[in-house]
């Protein structure tokens, strides 16, 4: 790939392919699927957790907390606490505790109740000292693909992260869900400069979003709506939103159908800084500009889009390159909502889409 000066990067009106210096594609796993809304598979899967399932299950360990009754102590197996019996097969199907164990019932019960309200599509809670063995310092959440009538178990604990869940997913022979995939494209580097140049003074990046839209208008009319286009002139105000508090803002998305969506992204220099040193929103300065279909973008740092509060006393450390990201995920009307891509169609289409996008901006 030919090497282009600075005001070539996508600056100007004639240059129609977007220059890359590499292109590359992610899958992010989170959660565990359990067909069928199953609160018994969930009751089981959560056991199977508190008899440890590797070495990161331990992490948060703690089998010394006074309880009154010794059974509320999941960390234990049961051959350590006799009191901690497994329910036999016929008991299983009957009514009544999804457990033997009240902690663990208590998660399932409370799960189930939230479920139960059509508009709520997650349950989730934080454990600190109230949780019990391997669950102590650990998150639990079980989202609700009613969709698939699937539930989603998340586990997210202190020190080890998700590492957890995915030994727990290796123990129980399934998958963790996708829940998101895309591809990330570098930008050419720049030239170095003077970082003690004052910040509106340093270099600057222009990126003409023409040949971007014409690759995201192609994907659209595949795989979404045929009919649906946009112009670069839609793709750099995307750019540019902003709300309130400086969250959410700078991103383009658009439905591909079947509920998936695809998000687009810029990341690199930072958008807002406090040019007079006072702190305070209203003292935010936007240092993105946008001409036409251009985006002027500042040099660009180590710090990302959403962290407009970064200490800027001393000089940022410097990247050299901008990279723009197309996120595939699950469409939802709910802001907070983390259903996963897992079901065989899902995975075909955002695969199929994560191919094309490589393919188009790769021209």
């Known amino acids: 790939m030919s090497e282009k000066s600075l005001e070539q990067l996508g600056g100007q009106e004639h240059e129609k392919s977007l220059e890359i210096a590499s292109i590359s594609s992610t899958e992010y796993r989170r959660g565990i699927p359990i067909p069928n809304n199953d609160f018994r598979a969930l009751a089981k899967a959560l056991e199977t957790y508190a008899y440890g399932v590797g070495e990161a299950s331990n992490a948060t360990r703690n089998d010394y907390m006074r309880t009154a009754d010794t059974s509320f102590n999941v960390a234990f197996h049961k051959m350590d606490n006799p009191r901690y019996t497994e329910a036999s097969p016929t008991e299983a199907k009957k009514e009544g505790p999804y457990s033997t164990n009240p902690f663990i019932d208590g998660i399932v019960k409370a799960a189930e109740e939230t479920y139960s309200d059509k508009k709520r599509s997650q349950w989730s809670k934080s454990y600190d000292y109230d949780g019990q063995g391997r669950f102590h310092k650990t998150s639990v959440d079980v ?207 955002g695969r199929a889409v994560v191919e094309y996008i490589k393919e188009q901006l790769g021209k």
């Open 143 to 349: 989202a609700f693909d009613r969709e698939n009538n699937a539930l989603v178990l998340g586990l997210y604990a202190a020190y080890v992260g998700d590492k957890v869940e995915e030994e727990l997913a290796t123990t129980l022979g399934t998958e963790r869900a996708v829940s998101s995939m895309g591809v990330k494209v570098e930008l050419p580097e720049m030239a170095d400069q003077d970082l003690s140049v004052p910040f509106e003074q340093r270099q600057t990046f222009r990126l003409d979003c023409a040949p971007l839209v014409a690759a995201i208008n192609s994907v659209v009319q595949k795989f979404g709506n045929p009919k649906m286009q946009f112009n670069p002139e839609d793709l750099a105000k995307a750019f540019m939103k902003k709300s309130k508090y400086n969250e959410d803002e700078g991103s383009f998305s658009v439905s591909l159908g079947d509920g998936i969506s695809l998000s687009l992204g810029i990341n690199g220099g930072y958008r807002f800084v406090y040019p007079t040193g006072e702190k305070g929103w209203e003292n935010l300065v936007d240092t993105r500009k946008i001409e036409g279909s251009t985006l002027v973008l500042p040099f660009p740092t180590q710090s990302d889009i959403d962290e407009p509060l970064t200490d800027y006393s001393d000089p940022p450390k410097q990247i050299k390159n901008y990279s723009i990201t197309a996120s595939i995920g699950r469409e939802s009307k709910d802001k907070y909502s983390r259903l996963p891509l897992h079901t065989k169609e899902q995975l075909e289409k």
